[in-house]
């Protein structure tokens, strides 16, 4: 070992990065602002300079359940009349006619389904509730501050009931 070298260049290179991460912490601290992830701030472009506080989570209101009744009421109006114009057109053959037809049979029958769900949610004691199928799915969302055991069970017994799809493929979705 040689006399009078305190420390190698290796050493040194690590008290520096040590140092360098000390002070870039120390800095974050000392100037961060007090801000919690998932909030941010409006600044209006205005003089009046005001600000006002946001959530990244979106406020849930009362109207979710028919603001998605709605949409899903204007979409299939959209499908059906696009369904409607495709069996008036003279290009169709029959087969093609007869699967337009079965496919808007289907979209009628999914609707009654997803309507007499809702409706049976409703008489167990969920006053909101909006169920979704699909082609081997269903999904519902209901409001409740936390389903217990028993309610899941009776969601899930009218899902099967009514659409008769596999209970692994029914999604309960609780919204307070």
Same mark, same amino acid.
């Given at each position: ?14 008290? /520096? ?15 961060? %602002? ?9 600044? =209006? ?9 946001? %959530? ?6 009362? =109207? ?10 204007? %979409?299939?109006?959209?499908?059906? =009349?696009?369904?409607?114009?495709? /069996? ?7 087969? =093609? ?11 009628a029958d999914r609707a009654e389904k997803e309507n007499n769900i809702e409706s049976l949610l409703k008489a167990k004691g969920f006053p909101k509730a909006v169920a979704f199928i699909g082609d081997d799915t269903v999904n519902i969302v209901v409001q409740s ?7 899941? /069970? ?12 596999? /209970? ?9």
């Amino acid at each position: 070992m040689k006399k009078g070298k305190v420390l190698t260049k290796g050493q040194l290179a690590l008290v /520096l990065m040590v140092a360098a991460l000390g002070a870039a912490v120390w800095m974050n601290m000392r100037f961060s %602002s007090n801000k919690y992830l998932g909030e941010a701030t409006y600044v =209006d472009k205005t003089e009046n300079k005001s600000a006002v506080q946001t %959530s990244a989570k979106p406020e849930q209101t009362d =109207d979710y359940f028919e603001t998605v009744k709605k949409e899903r009421q204007s %979409s299939r109006k959209k499908i059906e =009349d696009e369904l409607a114009e495709t /069996l008036k057109s003279e290009r169709l053959t029959e087969e =093609d006619k007869k699967t337009v037809a079965e496919k808007s049979s289907m979209l009628a029958d999914r609707a009654e389904k997803e309507n007499n769900i809702e409706s049976l949610l409703k008489a167990k004691g969920f006053p909101k509730a909006v169920a979704f199928i699909g082609d081997d799915t269903v999904n519902i969302v209901v409001q409740s501050d936390g389903l217990t055991a028993s309610q899941t /069970l009776q969601i899930q017994d009218i899902a099967v009931d009514q659409t008769s799809v596999n /209970l692994a493929k029914i999604k309960i979705v609780s919204v307070k």
